[in-house]
C-alpha cells in the first residue's frame, strides 16, 4: 500500500529564516506531487506540483520554492520568512493520469 | 464567481441526525466529484468519489451529483461524534489540479 509522509509536523521559525518542508511517498513510482497551503476559511491553495523528477510547476508567485530531487521525495523551501508564510502546509500525490489526490499529514508553520 | 462555493458552517448536529452538506460549482463540463474529510490538523481523507450524474452509496455516507443545477451534495447517515471534522468538496480539472471547495466545518453533539 502507499504511504505519504511529511515532516515536520510542527514548525515554529522567526521571519526571515529559512524553511525546508520534506514530503516523501512509498509503495508507488512516478507519482504526481503537489504542495498545497491551507489558511483557516480561505480552502486549499495549490503552490507547486511535479510531474517528474526536476519538473516542478508554479502557481502562486511568492518567495517559497520546491524541488523534487528523487522520484518519490518533493521539498518545499524559502530563503526567508514572511509572516503570511505562516499556515499548514500539505503535500499530495496522485497515480499519474488519474484524478485522486492522496494527501499526507500535513506541517503546521507558525512564522513569528 | 469561484469554480466551486461550499457553505462554511458551522454546521452542529445531535448524534443520529441526518447531515446535508453541498456545493455548487460554475462548469458544466465537471465530471468528476469527490469528498474528503479532514479532522483537526490533520491531512484531508477521501471519502467519495463519483462520476457524472446520479447517487453513490458507501456505508452511511451517499453522495450526490445533479448536474443540471451544478450542485454536488453528501449526505451522512446516523451522524456519530466521530463525523466530526471538516468537508471539503473537489473537482478536478486540467493536469490533475483541483478545485476545492473551502469545507463545511461539522460538529456531532453526543
Known amino acids: 500500500s502507499q504511504t505519504i509522509h511529511q515532516w515536520p509536523a510542527t514548525l515554529v521559525q522567526p521571519v526571515g529564516s529559512p524553511l525546508s518542508l520534506e514530503c516523501t511517498v512509498e509503495?508507488?513510482?512516478?507519482?504526481?506531487l503537489y504542495w498545497y497551503r491551507q489558511a483557516a476559511g480561505r480552502g486549499l491553495q495549490l503552490l507547486f506540483y511535479?510531474?517528474?523528477?526536476?519538473?516542478i510547476s508554479s502557481e502562486v508567485p511568492q518567495n517559497l520554492s520546491a524541488s523534487r530531487p528523487q522520484d518519490r521525495q518533493f521539498i518545499l523551501s524559502s530563503k526567508k520568512l514572511l509572516l503570511s508564510d505562516s499556515g499548514f502546509y500539505l503535500c499530495?500525490?496522485?497515480?499519474?493520469?488519474?484524478?485522486?489526490?492522496?494527501f499526507g499529514p500535513g506541517t503546521r508553520l507558525t512564522v513569528l | 464567481q469561484k469554480e466551486v462555493e461550499q457553505d462554511p458552517g458551522p454546521l452542529s448536529v445531535p448524534e443520529g441526525a441526518i447531515v446535508s452538506l453541498n456545493c455548487t460549482y460554475s462548469n458544466s463540463a465537471f465530471q468528476y466529484f469527490m469528498w474528503y474529510r479532514q479532522y483537526s490538523r490533520k491531512g484531508p481523507e477521501l471519502l467519495m468519489y463519483?462520476?457524472?450524474?446520479g447517487n453513490k452509496e458507501d456505508g452511511r455516507l451517499t453522495a450526490q451529483v445533479d448536474k443540471s443545477s451544478k450542485y454536488i451534495s453528501l449526505f451522512i447517515r446516523d451522524s456519530q461524534p466521530s463525523d466530526s471534522a471538516t468537508y471539503l468538496c473537489a473537482i478536478p480539472f486540467t493536469g490533475n489540479q483541483f478545485y476545492f471547495g473551502t469545507g463545511t466545518s461539522l460538529t456531532v453533539i453526543p
Open positions: 463519483t462520476y457524472s450524474s
Open positions: 511535479s510531474v517528474g523528477i526536476g519538473q
Open positions: 509503495g508507488t513510482s512516478n507519482p504526481n
Open positions: 499530495a500525490w496522485s497515480r499519474p493520469s488519474t484524478d485522486t489526490q492522496y
